[in-house]
């Protein structure tokens, strides 16, 4: 799979989220700054809620943009067969006949992403699963979770 095609994938996906969150947001900030909102009295504050839903859009629509720029920056190497698992590696594992791709991004965990008619799942070095991962190479078997089967590391790019 080409990671710079995946990249661009998670970029895109992630800036329509930002764009729907400030959407949602400035939608938000309108409706509480509605001039029949302010005239209305103490006791009635959908105003006041409204604006405290706009605030918290604002603040995920930040972390979208922040997450995007870390994204657009990242520098893309290649893993050989023979390196450990790091930050922007593509890894494929197979777990009981299963196989799952993961990206190791800077950000935005739980992300999914089809890309190449395949689907990519971003964990970040914060998740114990890529804690687990990091540092092993191809061929290394992590133990089992919550009554799994193994994990096997197929490959990394």
């Known amino acids: 799979m080409n990671k710079k095609q995946l990249v661009d994938s998670i970029v895109r996906l992630l800036s329509t989220e930002m764009e729907l969150m400030a959407n949602t947001a400035r939608t938000a900030h309108d409706e509480a700054t509605h001039d029949e909102e302010l005239h209305k009295n103490q006791f009635e504050t959908p105003g006041l809620e409204t604006s405290v839903i706009a605030e918290g859009q604002v603040k995920v629509a930040t972390e979208l943009r922040e997450s995007v720029d870390a994204f657009r920056t990242l520098p893309l190497p290649e893993f050989g067969p023979a390196e450990a698992i790091g930050l922007d590696a593509l890894v494929e594992t197979e777990s009981g006949g299963e196989k799952t791709l993961y990206f190791i991004g800077p950000r935005a965990g739980g992300l999914e992403v089809e890309c190449e008619k395949l689907t990519v799942f971003v964990i970040t070095p914060h998740s114990p699963l890529c804690t687990k991962l990091m540092g092993c190479h191809v ?14 590391i197929v490959s990394v790019q």
């Open 139 to 152: 061929g290394d078997l992590l133990p089992a979770v919550t009554g799994r089967a193994p994990v096997r």
